[in-house]
């Protein structure tokens, strides 16, 4: 994990980026798949549009079915109150149920704590009203029946998997506590928390020769032109 | 089946409240997955976002691949003209299509018959045609192509299968003619019809002690203290 | 493929068609599906919704997976700037791969060269971006992982294979370069080049009858009647 002091310069200085950029720079880090957690889309403030982003460290939950109680951990008290603040909760039911293990309630409680959003690798519901709140949330979809009926909130603070499978193929991706998660209305993508600095280092270069590109294109010139002149002066 | 002046009460009780609502009297009266239906989504009169909602019994329409003509009973006339006032008119097309079994003329049909809405455990067309009209309607997805090339409205008022694979494990629901249809934002929920009236004395319970769980929350109290007090006194 | 003045006339004629005209042309003459392309749906102009319609014939791209670098042909210089204007991109990457392989430069270049939209077979990134500069885009989903790292562009106007599995069942469509794509909110259909003139001469005769249904049963008569009234006679 990343201190205090390193986590703040780290969040401040990834800000002003998209999703796209961090996983463009970690892509050049050599990074599984650019970082990119797939599946899961922007539900709130708007449904897949507009300008909401969130950036912040993950604050894991992993949640277990039901008939592991007793067997498994438990967390005492309700989770969301020992969420930290300036943290994105990041949620991780278990992917064969189709319960929404987040509501409204959380949302506002979250807002209190001064989190900064949240992420479901699962189903949220009361969507309208975490719009109407402005509060970040990206999930899987939505869903009207609560999740205490299927599974619990188990261990925070520890690592957590998630699958997706698209072409038949499953992509799995693994989220730490403090890895830095930077969502927007491209989707979700993890920085694993030692390559964060890295990522903050490489991602001006890589910002500044897309919009050098860009530049170019509306003025009329060909693609293989600029990006032979901007992508392939990187340094990185 | 509710007699009319029962059904008339349960469906204007339920009207204030949202689908989640509803999910939640159906989990504390242990019906599986509190009546979610899941995979249907809103596409008119929004997209998958708005205070549209519907409320009534279900008017089911079974539909069977061509290849059952002859074999299978087919409904003489159009179907959509047999559609009563007052209901959610609910098809069941054959899951291993792609085509849009319900479009624009149906609705403009529907509401002059004094309908509320439409659920398509499948596809719809002519997507902003339904939204100009303000016909609500829930569905899996859009498409292009009318159904009459697949599959046939077979028979109407019986029993209707759904399946839905969400995470490897396959969800089966089982719509009732009759069973009460709630449908917002966050997704379609079915009341048996035999749980109707235990739904409409429980449901303001609980969202009497959600609301009041919310407003604490709003005020600074932890979810884990607001809960007991609220959650934890219900007597239902 | 069709000469450019029948393509000119027949993208004209088709102009004021949405794509479920077109689907319904296609599907009376017999064509699997009515061209419809399961699971690729508008994100911009708008998300899901909204006027926005291309149409244009098909310049295909063929990616393959990085594996096949140096035994697979390979497009000298960047595919994009080869795009012929008056054309609908339509990209088809290998299905397994969550990254997006299309972005907002891309587009930039294809309004310079007088292109018409783009259509995926997998994701989009920058979907904000692309709204802004009011590109049409219609894809499987959003992504923020450029394709690079997964694949590349091996081939244009080459026959391209899409694959889309629901309800167990796996539907498949080619795409040869030259068939006219119109898509619009409900989806993308392909025309196949070789029914272009048949479509243009009988989609006016099927909106004239589903234009005359909706005017009666705007008036109230019922659909079976209608139906036979106006469906009935139809001479194609």
Redesign the interface.
């Known amino acids: 994990m990343l201190s205090p002091q390193v986590l703040k310069r780290v969040v401040t200085a990834l800000k002003p980026y998209?999703?796209?950029d961090?996983?463009?720079a970690?892509?050049r880090l050599k990074h599984k798949?650019?970082?990119?957690l797939?599946g899961i889309?922007m539900h709130s403030p708007?449904?897949?549009?507009?300008?909401a982003k969130i950036v912040g460290p993950a604050h894991t939950v992993k949640f277990r079915h039901n008939a592991d109680k007793g067997f498994a951990p438990q967390i005492e008290?309700?989770y969301?109150?020992k969420t930290p603040s300036d943290h994105v909760l990041f949620l991780a039911p278990?992917?064969?149920?189709?319960?929404?293990v987040y509501?409204?309630?959380?949302s506002?409680?979250l807002q209190?704590l001064g989190a900064v959003g949240t992420v479901i690798a699962g189903r949220l519901?009361?969507?309208?009203e975490q719009?109407q709140m402005n509060w970040p949330v990206f999930a899987r979809?939505?869903?009207?029946?609560?999740g205490?009926?299927a599974c619990f909130p188990s261990e925070m603070g520890v690592a957590v998997e998630l699958?997706?499978t698209?072409?038949?193929?499953v992509?799995k991706n693994t989220i730490n506590p403090g890895d830095i998660i930077i969502a927007d209305?491209?989707?979700?993508?993890a920085i694993p928390h030692g390559l964060a600095e890295k990522v903050v280092e490489i991602v001006p270069q890589l910002v500044k020769a897309?919009q050098a590109?860009?530049k170019d294109?509306?003025d009329?010139r060909?693609?293989?032109e600029t990006?032979k002149d901007h992508r392939g002066r990187l340094q990185c």
């Open positions: 998209a999703s796209c961090v996983a463009d970690l892509t798949g650019g970082g990119f797939p889309v708007q449904y897949q549009e507009g300008d008290g309700h969301i109150d278990p992917a064969n149920i189709t319960n929404a509501g409204e309630i959380m506002a409680r209190r519901r009361d969507a309208n719009r979809g939505v869903g009207t029946t609560a205490g009926d699958e997706h698209e072409g038949g193929k992509f209305a491209n989707g979700v993508v897309d590109c860009l294109v509306l009329g060909s693609v293989t990006f």
